[in-house]
């Protein structure tokens, strides 16, 4: 049973130009978490998406990102026009369901470099 | 005020050593209580999951949250150098599953 596949595992992109980021979930896993880690902090909370919902996009910034989950296929995270801040490690997390004895299992992130 | 704070590193210690890892936060909805670690250039695995106050012992290591007093910490004991790796506490109002507030981190090196 594979784990969380992300990727690209490691991703280069210049300034002004579209980064996607991609997260299939673990088998059977309905429920998709996005965190961002910046260079010495923590991780931190950016969306929670079920199939074809945003069930919370508190963590988003309110531009240049956006996050979906099809019936079909895997969540893509998109950043537009990146910049150098949003250079990062972005990881997402798969759970089966909502529900308080449920751990969500975490891939192994797809690192952006902006140039 | 950060939400969870986290004692700032790195940390290095011998072989075999009892290590002590903590984390206070300021949000007391928070009620689930999660240490991960994580390994340079791989994503976070849970090592340890506690609902509200109290202790949990899993093989050599034993997670203790104060809810009176917002602490939660992590102990290892005799450390081994697979153990070298950096430790995130994390919070959430609703499960381990759901969104978390993560501390910064700190680093552990266990010597041999």
């Known amino acids: 049973n594979a784990g969380v596949m992300q990727n690209p595992r490691h991703l280069v992109r210049r300034r002004g130009q579209e980064a996607r980021l991609r997260c299939s979930p673990m088998?059977?896993?309905?429920?998709v978490y996005w965190y961002r880690q910046l260079p010495e902090e923590g991780l931190k909370f950016m969306v929670y998406l079920q199939k074809e919902n945003i069930i919370d996009e508190s963590g988003m910034p309110k531009e240049r990102f956006s996050a979906e989950f099809p019936k079909e296929g895997p969540s893509i995270l998109r950043i537009q026009q990146v910049v150098r801040g949003d250079s990062a490690a972005y990881f997402c997390?798969?759970?089966?369901?909502?529900?308080?004895?449920?751990?969500?299992?975490f891939g192994q992130g797809t690192r952006l470099t902006v140039v | 005020q950060k939400e969870v704070e986290q004692d700032p590193g790195p940390l290095s210690v011998p072989e075999g050593a009892i290590v002590s890892l903590n984390c206070t936060y300021s949000n007391s909805a928070f009620q689930y209580f999660m240490w991960y670690r994580q390994y340079s250039r791989k994503g976070p695995e849970l090592l340890m999951y506690?609902?509200?106050?109290g202790n949990k012992e899993d093989g050599r290591f034993t997670a203790q949250v104060d809810k009176s007093s917002k602490y939660i910490s992590l102990f290892i004991r005799d450390s081994q150098p697979s153990d070298s790796a950096t430790y995130l506490c994390a919070m959430s109002r609703t499960g381990a599953n759901s969104k978390l507030t993560f501390g910064k981190g700190i680093t552990l090196s266990v010597r041999p």
């Open positions: 997390a798969s759970s089966p369901q909502q529900g308080v004895d449920t751990e969500a299992f």
């Open positions: 088998k059977g896993h309905s429920h």
């Open positions: 506690t609902y509200s106050s």
